[in-house]
């Protein structure tokens, strides 16, 4: 089993930037591709972006390429979210995710994701 805990989500104003951390707990982290989704109210979950289990991969949704970057320390079992440049439409819950199947490619499929943390919540105000 692998638990994920996610952290960092806060309110910022538009324009801002937050970094959102994810801590991953049980099997070995270092294994996995990792993602971040967001949940906007009303909408249905997207994918944000994704890293390979070595990092030399890396995936972004087009709503947030150039502004969004994911990382990884796999010696803290972590994975990073850095987000600039903020606007509204970035208010979500955010959910870290882990895929062991696929671990060496930066997976845009959620189904493809085992286990998944319980979320933070970023809103941007205008």
């Known amino acids: 089993q692998v638990q994920l805990v996610e952290s960092g989500g806060g309110l910022v104003q538009a324009g801002d930037s937050l970094r959102l951390s994810c801590a991953a707990s049980?099997?070995?982290?270092?294994?996995?591709?990792m993602g971040w989704f967001r949940q906007a109210p009303g909408k249905e979950r997207e994918f944000v972006g994704s890293?390979?289990?070595?990092?030399?991969?890396?995936h972004y949704a087009d709503s947030v390429k150039g502004r969004f970057a994911v990382s990884r320390d796999n010696a803290k079992n972590s994975v990073f979210l850095q987000m600039s440049n903020l606007g509204p439409e970035d208010t979500a819950v955010y959910y870290c995710?882990?895929?062991?199947?696929?671990?060496?490619?930066?997976?845009?499929?959620?189904?493809?994701?085992?286990?998944w943390g319980r979320g933070t919540q970023v809103t941007v105000s205008s």
């Open positions: 995710a882990g895929g062991f199947k696929f671990g060496g490619v930066a997976l845009v499929d959620a189904n493809l994701y085992e286990y």
């Open positions: 049980g099997r070995a982290f270092g294994a996995a591709a």
């Open positions: 890293i390979n289990w070595n990092a030399d991969q890396t």
